[in-house]
């Protein structure tokens, strides 16, 4: 059984960075054989996809993190990752990887990114 593990969350200034990180334990499962994405959920709101990688690299991002976010994924490492810049408030949410679309694994548990002065 997969397992999806996020990490790299924590509490940011606005305009500061984070670097979320992804692994998929327990199978054999290749990062870069599966189109990917890094979703969020706000407190009240649905969850929604901010950024992709398709299995031939491409990428993809939400309007609204467009210029500030990169999805990167380590073939070696087998390993997905968000890089986060010049976060906002409005970016407050628990940050989840998953294929897109989200159909083969169980979400993980997340990690909490907390954007507030």
């Known amino acids: 059984q997969v397992q999806l593990v996020e990490s790299g969350g924590g509490l940011v200034q606005p305009g500061g960075s984070l670097r979320l990180s992804c692994a998929a334990s327990?199978?054999?499962?290749?990062?870069?054989?599966?189109?990917w994405g890094w979703y969020r959920q706000a407190p009240g709101k649905e969850r929604e996809l901010v950024a992709r990688i398709s299995a031939r690299g491409f990428q993809n991002y939400a309007d609204s993190v467009k210029g500030r976010f990169a999805i990167t994924r380590d073939s070696v490492k087998n390993t997905l990752s968000l890089y986060m810049n010049s976060l906002k408030p409005e970016d407050t949410a628990v940050y989840y990887c998953?294929?897109?679309?989200?159909?083969?694994?169980?979400w993980g548990r997340g990690t909490q990114v907390t954007v507030s002065s």
């Open positions: 327990g199978s054999i499962v290749r990062i870069d054989a599966m189109d």
């Open positions: 998953n294929t897109d679309p989200p159909r083969y694994f169980s």
